[in-house]
């Protein structure tokens, strides 16, 4: 068993907000698969699946690799960003989910607007929703997706520019990287993070 998780925010006001590109992550790749995220538990919202490579191979050149699948949970933590740990730590111990199988995705100021960058591990960097993870768990060696939403050009709080929904430009590019991301989960879940790095680990999109 695997485990995906998205950061953000529960609650239709935060849905398209910068802070909640893990939500919109996991549910394009729940929608993909037919994974409803329809049950609860330990404050998060989950579906139970499996993502096999039959549909993978069909859209991309990958190597073969076990056709039956890979049994995932989806999970989208209902606890507010800050205390996204309180939710993934007891999922992960309920569903003995050892943390190098726990995949999250969060949004980073620190990469500029649609750069994706995954990693094996590593620590907050900041995040608060990172460092809730990381304590919950007591380990940082869990893989991750950090994509990249920019600094604000103009005099704003960080805080207030996550929660800000994407800008109509920002759209166009996140629309497509939101399925680019989806795709870097399935390399990691079917072949490892090290493929997945090679292949996903991008250059900053541009709006045409």
């Known amino acids: 068993m695997k485990m995906i998780v998205g950061l953000g925010n529960p609650g239709p006001k935060y849905a398209r907000n910068r802070h909640n590109i893990g939500f919109q992550v996991v549910d394009a790749l729940a929608n993909r698969h037919a994974i409803p995220l329809s049950r609860s538990k330990y404050n998060a919202l989950y579906g139970s699946g499996s993502i096999s490579q039959t549909r993978t191979l069909q859209r991309r050149r990958l190597p073969n ?3 039956s699948g890979q049994r995932v949970l989806i999970v989208r933590p209902l606890t ?27 949004d980073e100021l620190d990469l500029p607007i649609g750069k994706l960058r995954l990693r094996p591990f590593g620590g907050s960097g900041g995040h608060k929703g990172m460092k809730s993870l990381i304590q919950a768990l007591g380990t940082d060696r869990f893989p991750r997706a950090r994509v990249g939403i920019g600094r604000p050009q103009t005099p704003m709080s960080p805080a207030g520019y996550v929660l800000q929904d994407f800008s109509a430009d920002e759209e166009i590019i996140f629309e497509s990287l939101r399925h680019r991301i989806a795709d870097a989960v399935e390399t990691w879940l079917l072949h490892g993070i090290d493929l997945a790095m090679n292949r996903f680990n991008s250059t900053p999109a541009t709006a045409a």
Do not use: W
């Open 80 to 106: 507010y960003m800050n205390l996204s740990g309180n939710a993934v730590a007891p999922m992960a111990s309920f569903f003995r989910v050892e943390p190098q199988d726990i995949f999250v995705i969060y």
């Open 65 to 67: 690799a076990d056709a």
